[in-house]
């Protein structure tokens, strides 16, 4: 074991199953980086299709993170966890693609904007979790982004402002269209 890794070890551990798996991968040891791509792909994916909104592009995505993180396993340092470090790299990657497709942004003048606080018909909502992954799949990509990054991801503004190479307002200013937009699909589907 490389003294990097050995310090990597002693500062951040590991659980104690993942352990071996990262230094496999280290050293290019393709049954420890499969081992790794089984126990974390399934959440990796999840996150993916949340941003991108799309199976097989979702698909994609997760197969570009694990060649990155493969490619990259040299910097993985464990300050974090493996899985907190992968999950980057996965954000990061379907942000990549959503560039990719020029759709990340939709016009703010296409857009409904309610200053509305709690209406008393939100209060009586009653949604089922179908209902609102749906609607957040009809979310446009920079709405659907901000919003997964946020609230189901745990990232604050300044952190997906760095990811998304915006301000820090204005991605609050995407976080509050999208719920408000949501909102509204949402209650669409009910009348």
């Not at 071996?20 to 290019?28: D, E, R």
Request: proline share 3%; hydrophobic share 35%; with cysteine.
């Amino acid at each position: 074991m490389s003294l990097r890794q050995e310090m990597i070890k002693k500062e951040h551990p590991q659980p104690d199953d993942t352990r071996p798996l990262i230094t496999g991968s280290m050293k290019g040891d393709r049954s420890s980086q499969y081992a790794l791509y089984k126990k974390y792909s399934k959440a990796m994916y999840n996150i993916c299709y949340r941003i991108v909104n799309d199976q097989e592009e979702a698909r994609d995505v997760l197969q570009e993170t694990f060649i990155s993180a493969f490619q990259h396993m040299g910097a993985f340092r464990g300050e974090s966890s493996f899985g907190a470090w992968l999950k980057k790299i996965a954000v990061n990657q379907a942000i990549n693609h959503l560039r990719k497709r020029k759709m990340l942004y939709e016009s703010v003048d296409d857009i409904e904007y309610s200053d509305e606080e709690n209406s008393p018909d939100e209060e009586n909502l009653a949604l089922n979790v179908e209902r609102v992954r749906e609607a957040i799949q009809q979310l446009p990509d920079g709405f659907r982004t901000v919003f997964s990054l946020y609230l189901l991801e745990g990232y604050d503004h300044s952190e997906i402002a760095r990811i998304m190479s915006i301000s820090e307002s204005t991605s609050k200013t995407q976080y509050i269209r999208a719920k408000n937009k949501l909102k509204t699909i949402l209650k669409e589907r009910i009348s």
